[in-house]
């Protein structure tokens, strides 16, 4: 009679804290809840906007809360970090060739930090306009 | 050998996750002390313990050299082969040895591998000519250098299951086809030689397929030797996406 009996490891629910590496992962991943709030609140301000100019300014007013304030601070270094670490990774989905040769990772990379600063800058004097 | 390890004085503490199928309802660690050398691979440490401390430890080696996949296991919580990890680089600590996460334990550092070499032979990894029976006399199919360059690094896999290891996905849901098999389905399909796209591409475009990657990354961190398995994957999701799209636009 075979003795074999293999045994399954169970998979812990705090995995992702048991190596950096997950840990990061999940920080990664996890920055889209706090981009999901800000869009909602953002959201709620068009919609707030749509309600006439006192609602709007109400809006506006409950933006300068501590609370929101952090909140907003909190998404920013999130979503910063989601953008960081999403272009190191970019390099790895592109596929791109010249004269025979894979594009370097670095230029891939630098190339969506360009197109990073100049959309900001776009947006931001489009608003200062 | 080992006559020349006892020369030393230092000691190193190895300690191992025992699972004997026979007597042992769970496994539970088993502390060895070993004479230190800095020279020492993790699995030269176990031959040492096989051979002076405890015959019955269970562990699979063949190579001794990184190229037949076999020692892969969890050193300190990480997924390594066993023959290119060093004791130097956790000396003076204690070295954990666990057998490869995400695969059942047969006993104490062996693994049961059957779902990863299924899966390996379900993702057709083999050239599929466009023209059948092409007569010997034609000669043999031809590449550029810089067509091999497309798919080589993801031919280099040695099927180690390292990657299998630090993939959480697998671990929750080992449904996902995997890194190594995706990879290596990869590999025959960036092929100028192949012309069997079509038909991996339905294995590609399952839920268990690419969509079961979360880009986690940590398979191209482990790999021994250099394959990038998430870049691989995440490639086939482009070409899946196109694939997708193509399929809305022509009728079948």
Known sequence: ?129 | MSQAINMTDEIIEIEILRYRPEQDEKPFPQVFEIPYTPDLSILEALQYIKDHLDSTISFRWSCRMAICGSCGLMVNGAPKLGCKAFLRDYYPKKVKLEALANFPIERDLVVVMDDFIKKLEEVKAYLIPEVKNKPLSDGPYQQTPEQLEKYRQFSMCINCGLCYSACPQYALDNKFIGPAALTLLARYNRDGRDAGTAERMKIVNQEEGVWGCTFVGYCSVVCPKGVDPAAAIQLLKVESSKDYLIGMFKPE
């Open chain 1, 1 to 129: 009679m075979s003795k074999r009996k293999p045994y399954t490891r169970e998979m812990k629910s705090d995995w992702w804290l048991k190596d950096l590496f997950y840990s990061k992962y999940m920080l990664r991943e996890g920055s889209s809840i706090l981009i999901t709030l800000y869009s909602l609140i953002l959201a709620w301000g068009v919609f707030r906007l749509s309600q006439g100019e006192v609602a709007f300014n109400a809006w506006m007013e409950a933006l300068q809360s501590p609370l929101s304030i952090i909140l907003h601070i909190v998404a920013l270094i999130f979503a910063l970090y989601h953008s960081i670490t999403w272009f190191s990774l970019a390099p790895k989905a592109l596929d791109l060739w010249i004269k025979g040769k894979r594009v370097d990772d670095k230029i891939i990379v630098t190339g969506h930090y360009v197109a990073f600063a100049v959309i900001s800058l776009f947006c931001l004097v489009s608003i200062l306009i």
